[in-house]
């Protein structure tokens, strides 16, 4: 006998009953809702909810493999509208100057009379009387019957200059430049040192004052005269000062990518030291950068201006491509160009070929060894093979073309700091290597890997600070918008197959699945991805970090094979070296061997570096060669010196027109 169950006060027989009844009518509302919106012209939303609820009540798995297919439908659509920008090069503007009036130094205020207490009462008048300090007479000097003419002058200058120029004469009011009505051998000491500014790679006519023109004049006329010829002095020093230690350029306005705060200059304290310099052109030279590679750059400016304009110039014919055991008529041309451009040590070992080549076309194996030979000196790779990297070494640039870097060099030398510091490592981003120097040790200099054209490192300096072993990758969130979002949008677990931790900024662990990638994108949504530690890990075993707002860091990388190209330029901006243990124990102070077994222990830690040691990640076309003393040059990878010279350009047109409103 069947036993009666009751199921919130009715039979389960009822209940049943009221559930098929209630799935009956949800199943005609959904066909009936078909059948309208098919029929009928009901809105096509309506029919696709009917739908809807038609694969949810029936078919739940479908549905929910529908929804996931538009959902990434959906996610590829807008993963293709969402792009993160990289830096850009900007529409340089020139430092503006301005006129300055320099009225305010027309009148000397005079001491006023008080009295010697000024705490006695008003009665005590005769006190006063008695105790007040007679007052010296007035004496003017040059300088002071001059001042009136400052009322009507006015100077087309940099501000930092005219607001220096009113500060030093308030400070200092006397003549530098003048003295018994005409101008000092001083003055023209310093007129003759701006001339040959040239040597400095800055330009004469920014510093010209033409010496005063006084004969024949009133006496008022030439009181004017020569203050003027005074303050353009002044003004033109200033100038010079501020160029030669900071630069004419502000690199941060060329582009996003240079990241160079400016250095402070005090021109008041310039000016007093020019004033009281017994050797003007040596005190106004000492503004320049004084350290090793400034000489060397200046030296060599000097020597490429002294010689003839590409005197004896080989040319190798644009596109020649050689192999061993091929002919080419450039043959002889790459000889030539060995013959000249190779060191004298390359030239002993090689004498003998050099000797017996008879202008053949033939690339027969013993030119393939000296070229070889010349290759790895050039710091190529020694494959015998006579392609565009090779030709550019043995041709070498022109005369102009080398001034033009060098004079490029000395400005950006002008932006980092003059002491760069007893250990540092010196990154040139051009010629794709990186070296740690340190008082009493051997330098270590090593290849590197830098940022591809669209990824272009970044041009700062910072601080050393950590060494971390085993590291995980923190994914920036270009990467992830740019190059992750598309394989997301294909298969939403691809980070969770690929090695990625992907959290939430409170740490927590989700499925790469889970996320809205659009929402992060839009950054409407906050997320973290970062790769574990292991032989895939795109930092390898170790990386240095000096925390910058670019995420830009030193780092080890499994891919090893593209230390071996000559152009080095494929990363998203992080420098990856040749010898990251060698790097991470030269800054530690410790041996490979210590670092390596850190990294054995397999654990993701990290090493604070002791000391300051500065990391300079800095592109330049020329620079010193490590060991002598002769330049490099680079090829201009990122087209940086193009965006210079067109600032410097701007610059100097913008004082030409200000030269000559004055």
Same mark, same amino acid.
């Given at each position: 006998?069947?036993?009666?169950?009751?199921?919130?006060?009715?039979?389960?027989?009822?209940?049943?009953?009221?559930?098929?009844?209630?799935?009956?009518?949800?199943?005609?509302?959904?066909?009936?809702?078909?059948?309208?919106?098919?029929?009928?012209?009901?809105?096509?939303?309506?029919?696709?909810?009917?739908?809807?609820?038609?694969?949810?009540?029936?078919?739940?798995?479908?549905?929910?493999?529908?929804?996931?297919?538009?959902?990434?439908?959906?996610?590829?659509?807008?993963?293709?509208?969402?792009?993160?920008?990289?830096?850009?090069?900007?529409?340089?503007?020139?430092?503006?100057?301005?006129?300055?009036?320099?009225?305010?130094?027309?009148?000397?205020?005079?001491?006023?009379?008080?009295?010697?207490?000024?705490?006695?009462?008003?009665?005590?008048?005769?006190?006063?009387?008695?105790?007040?300090?007679?007052?010296?007479?007035?004496?003017?000097?040059?300088?002071?019957?001059?001042?009136?003419?400052?009322?009507?002058?006015?100077?087309?200058?940099?501000?930092?200059?005219?607001?220096?120029?009113?500060?030093?004469?308030?400070?200092?009011?006397?003549?530098?430049?003048?003295?018994?009505?005409?101008?000092? +051998?001083?003055? /023209?000491?310093? !007129? $003759?040192?701006? @001339?040959?500014?040239?040597?400095?790679?800055?330009?004469? &006519? %920014?510093?010209?004052?033409?010496?005063?023109?006084?004969?024949?004049?009133?006496?008022?006329?030439?009181?004017?005269?020569?203050?003027?010829?005074?303050?353009?002095?002044?003004?033109?020093?200033?100038?010079?000062?501020?160029?030669?230690?900071?630069?004419?350029?502000?690199?941060?306005?060329?582009?996003?990518?240079?990241?160079?705060?400016?250095?402070?200059?005090?021109?008041?304290?310039?000016?007093?030291?020019?004033?009281?310099?017994?050797?003007?052109?040596?005190?106004?030279?000492?503004?320049? +950068?004084?350290? /090793?590679?400034? !000489? $060397?750059?200046? @030296?060599?400016?000097?020597?490429?201006?002294?010689?003839? &304009? %590409?005197?004896?110039?080989?040319?190798?014919?644009?596109?020649?491509?050689?192999?061993?055991?091929?002919?080419?008529?450039?043959?002889?041309?790459?000889?030539?160009?060995?013959?000249?451009?190779?060191?004298?040590?390359?030239?002993?070992?090689?004498?003998?070929?050099?000797?017996?080549?008879?202008?053949?076309?033939?690339?027969?194996?013993?030119?393939?060894?000296?070229?070889?030979?010349?290759?790895?000196?050039?710091?190529?790779?020694?494959?015998?093979?006579?392609?565009?990297?090779?030709?550019?070494?043995?041709?070498?640039?022109?005369?102009?073309?080398?001034?033009?870097?060098?004079?490029?060099?000395?400005?950006?030398?002008?932006?980092?700091?003059?002491?760069?510091?007893?250990?540092?490592?010196?990154?040139?981003?051009?010629?794709?290597?990186?070296?740690?120097?340190?008082?009493?040790?051997?330098?270590?200099?090593?290849?590197?890997?830098?940022?591809?054209?669209?990824?272009?490192?970044?041009?700062?300096?910072?601080?050393?600070?950590?060494?971390?072993?085993?590291?995980?990758?923190?994914?920036?969130?270009?990467?992830?918008?740019?190059?992750?979002?598309?394989?997301?949008?294909?298969?939403?677990?691809?980070?969770?197959?690929?090695?990625?931790?992907?959290?939430?900024?409170?740490?927590?662990?989700?499925?790469?699945?889970?996320?809205?990638?659009?929402?992060?994108?839009?950054?409407?949504?906050?997320?973290?991805?970062?790769?574990?530690?292991?032989?895939?890990?795109?930092?390898?075993?170790?990386?240095?970090?000096?925390?910058?707002?670019?995420?830009?860091?030193?780092?080890?990388?499994?891919?090893?094979?593209?230390?071996?190209?000559?152009?080095?330029?494929?990363?998203?901006?992080?420098?990856?070296?040749?010898?990251?243990?060698?790097?991470?124990?030269?800054?530690?102070?410790?041996?490979?061997?210590?670092?390596?077994?850190?990294?054995?222990?397999?654990?993701?830690?990290?090493?604070?570096?002791?000391?300051?040691?500065?990391?300079?990640?800095?592109?330049?076309?020329?620079?010193?060669?490590?060991?002598?003393?002769?330049?490099?040059?680079?090829?201009?990878?990122?087209?940086?010196?193009?965006?210079?010279?067109?600032?410097?350009?701007?610059?100097?047109?913008?004082?030409?027109?200000?030269?000559?409103?004055?």
């Amino acid at each position: 006998m069947k036993q009666d169950v009751r199921v919130n006060g009715f039979h389960e027989t009822d209940t049943g009953n009221r559930f098929r009844t209630a799935m009956k009518n949800s199943i005609k509302a959904c066909l009936m809702a078909s059948v309208l919106a098919t029929g009928f012209g009901v809105a096509s939303t309506e029919h696709s909810a009917a739908q809807g609820l038609f694969q949810r009540l029936f078919n739940p798995e479908n549905h929910r493999r529908q929804q996931e297919r538009q959902k990434q439908e959906q996610l590829r659509k807008k993963a293709a509208t969402v792009k993160v920008s990289a830096p850009r090069y900007l529409n340089y503007t020139p430092d503006k100057w301005k006129v300055v009036s320099l009225a305010p130094l027309s009148e000397k205020k005079t001491a006023e009379i008080k009295p010697a207490d000024a705490n006695l009462e008003p009665a005590d008048t005769a006190t006063v009387e008695r105790d007040i300090v007679p007052v010296e007479p007035v004496v003017l000097t040059n300088f002071d019957r001059a001042r009136p003419a400052l009322k009507e002058l006015s100077l087309t200058v940099l501000p930092e200059v005219g607001e220096a120029l009113i500060a030093y004469y308030r400070e200092h009011p006397d003549f530098v430049w003048v003295k018994d009505g005409q101008a000092t +051998p001083k003055a /023209e000491q310093m !007129r $003759k040192a701006m @001339a040959a500014t040239g040597k400095f790679a800055l330009v004469p &006519e %920014d510093y010209f004052v033409a010496p005063p023109a006084v004969s024949g004049l009133g006496a008022a006329e030439k009181e004017a005269a020569l203050m003027r010829f005074e303050m353009e002095l002044s003004a033109a020093a200033m100038t010079y000062v501020l160029d030669a230690t900071r630069g004419r350029v502000d690199p941060n306005r060329i582009s996003q990518y240079h990241d160079l705060p400016r250095h402070d200059v005090d021109l008041v304290d310039a000016l007093s030291d020019l004033a009281k310099a017994a050797d003007v052109p040596e005190e106004l030279a000492g503004h320049q +950068p004084q350290n /090793e590679h400034f !000489r $060397k750059l200046t @030296a060599e400016l000097e020597r490429l201006k002294s010689e003839d &304009e %590409d005197a004896g110039q080989i040319v190798i014919a644009p596109g020649t491509f050689l192999k061993a055991g091929k002919s080419s008529p450039e043959m002889k041309n790459i000889v030539a160009a060995i013959a000249k451009n190779g060191s004298q040590d390359l030239l002993t070992a090689h004498a003998e070929t050099l000797s017996a080549y008879d202008d053949s076309d033939l690339y027969s194996p013993e030119l393939i060894a000296l070229v070889k030979a010349f290759q790895k000196e050039a710091d190529l790779t020694p494959d015998g093979i006579v392609g565009k990297n090779t030709i550019n070494a043995l041709v070498g640039e022109t005369n102009a073309a080398k001034i033009a870097k060098v004079e490029l060099a000395m400005e950006r030398s002008r932006w980092i700091p003059e002491e760069l510091g007893a250990r540092k490592v010196f990154i040139n981003q051009a010629a794709f290597t990186a070296t740690y120097t340190a008082p009493g040790e051997d330098p270590l200099s090593m290849r590197v890997v830098v940022g591809k054209k669209s990824n272009q490192t970044n041009f700062f300096y910072d601080q050393i600070e950590v060494v971390e072993y085993n590291p995980y990758w923190g994914v920036p969130y270009s990467i992830i918008v740019n190059e992750m979002l598309p394989k997301l949008a294909r298969d939403p677990s691809y980070l969770d197959r690929a090695g990625y931790e992907v959290t939430t900024p409170r740490g927590r662990k989700v499925s790469s699945a889970s996320v809205d990638w659009y929402a992060v994108a839009a950054k409407q949504q906050s997320i973290n991805v970062r790769q574990y530690p292991g032989r895939s890990n795109a930092l390898g075993a170790v990386k240095i970090l000096f925390p910058n707002e670019h995420h830009i860091y030193m780092h080890d990388t499994p891919s090893k094979n593209l230390f071996n190209k000559d152009v080095r330029a494929f990363s998203h901006g992080c420098i990856r070296l040749h010898d990251p243990q060698g790097m991470a124990a030269a800054v530690l102070g410790k041996s490979k061997d210590y670092v390596a077994s850190r990294i054995a222990e397999g654990q993701n830690e990290q090493e604070q570096v002791t000391g300051d040691i500065p990391v300079y990640v800095s592109y330049f076309t020329a620079w010193p060669e490590q060991e002598g003393s002769g330049i490099a040059y680079y090829s201009d990878i990122y087209d940086r010196d193009r965006h210079l010279l067109k600032a410097i350009g701007k610059t100097e047109a913008a004082r030409e027109k200000a030269r000559n409103a004055s």
